[in-house]
């Protein structure tokens, strides 16, 4: 077997750079290699003009991107996007391709709408008939600007001055038309320094806009959050409204099945109300009174299950004759009469 180093080097030079040129081929076409996950359909669509599209924005079918953009280029006197759709995405042969703003500082994409019976050929260009380009404020008001800062209002004036004066014998419909017409050229001449300052001052807003891009993204984005929020708590709120409808329905009717009843006890409430309020001092005396009661009471109570107690100030009770009472030890047991006389016997 011949050894490597020994056998001609041409030839493996040769199968080298063809290996490396295949190689190449293969890492720039990967894309549209199926295997290697590329592939797809490449689509083209005739547009009237281009309103800031470029190679890389998306292509969307029924709001999913299917696709992006390949390459936007002059043909003629329209503008030619080439879309490259991923495998498996159905065209109609009547489909539509739009240009729609992505988001409010000019980002662009494409939406298709998928029409028509049959498959759409790619080889056929969907016609400027089934397209159409948005209005882009930013830049129509840019233009606008320039035009009105280019035009001389005081020549445009004196214009109309010279043409109605040159009609002043013309019928009266044309020459008030004239007339009408001088008039407005002078109302723009007498305003163009406040029409300049405007038309300024929008280039300026435009200006902010386009420099805040990021933070009006983030804004949009962060409004569709709370957005979202909302509607997944929709139901929630629903059902909370729902039963807070039905608790005040129960609470009439509950009032209203009472108020017969109510009427009366809240009218006796009022009464019992004013008594106490009348009466509160002689409350406040009897409370203050009643303590000390409750005191001596309790030290009295204190001593087991027979008390000795003292009552004041009552009548000779010699003249009542002898009587006894009755005492409990607890309050089952029979009572126990005792009589009540003096420590020598003798009736009190």
């Known amino acids: ?3 490597f180093r020994e056998r001609n080097p041409i030839p493996i030079a040769v199968i080298g750079l063809a290996v490396l040129v295949l190689l190449g081929l293969v890492a720039f076409n990967a894309g549209n290699i199926g295997f290697l996950g590329g592939g797809g359909t490449t689509y083209h669509a005739d547009f009237q003009e281009a309103s800031n599209v470029r190679a890389g924005d ?8 299917v696709g992006e953009v390949t ?8 503008v030619r996007i080439a879309m490259k759709l991923h495998r498996g995405t159905r065209l109609g042969t009547q489909t539509r391709a739009d240009i729609k703003i992505k988001t409010l500082l000019g980002a662009m994409y494409v939406a298709l709408d998928s029409q028509g019976t049959g498959r759409l050929d790619a080889k056929t260009d969907i016609p400027l008939s089934r397209t159409s380009t948005p209005l882009i404020v930013t830049t129509a008001f840019g233009q606008l600007a320039k035009q009105v800062d280019a035009i001389d209002t005081t020549q445009l004036a004196a214009a109309f001055e010279t043409l109605s004066a040159d009609f002043a014998d013309t019928p009266g419909t044309v020459r008030k038309t004239l007339d009408g017409l001088a008039a407005v050229s002078r109302t723009v001449s007498s305003r163009d ?5 405007l038309l300024a001052h929008a280039q300026g807003v ?5 420099s805040r891009d990021q933070q009006v993204t983030r804004l949009i984005a962060d409004g ?6 909302v509607d997944e708590q929709r139901d929630v709120i629903h059902a909370l409204l729902v039963h807070t409808t039905e608790l005040s329905q129960q ?8 108020r017969t009843a109510l009427k009366p006890a809240l009218v006796n409430l009022g009464a019992t109300v004013d008594i106490l309020t009348k009466n509160q001092q002689q409350l406040d005396d009897g409370i203050h009174l009643l303590a000390p009661f409750v005191r001596e009471f309790t030290n009295t109570l204190g001593s087991g299950q027979y008390f000795d107690t003292q009552v004041a100030n009552l009548t000779d009770l010699t003249k009542l004759g002898c009587f006894t009472i009755a005492v409990k030890a607890t309050p089952t047991s029979a009572p126990l009469t005792l009589p009540l006389q ?4 003798e009736c009190l």
């Open 1 to 3: 077997m011949t050894q």
């Open 58 to 65: 998306d292509v969307r079918l029924a709001g999913i991107k």
């Open 71 to 78: 390459s936007v280029e002059l043909d003629g006197a329209h």
């Open 193 to 197: 320094a406040e029409l300049r300052a």
């Open 206 to 210: 435009t200006g902010a806009l386009a």
């Open 224 to 229: 569709q959050t709370v957005l979202q929020l």
């Open 251 to 258: 609470i009439s009717a509950l009032v209203a099945e009472n």
């Open 342 to 345: 003096g420590a020598s016997g």
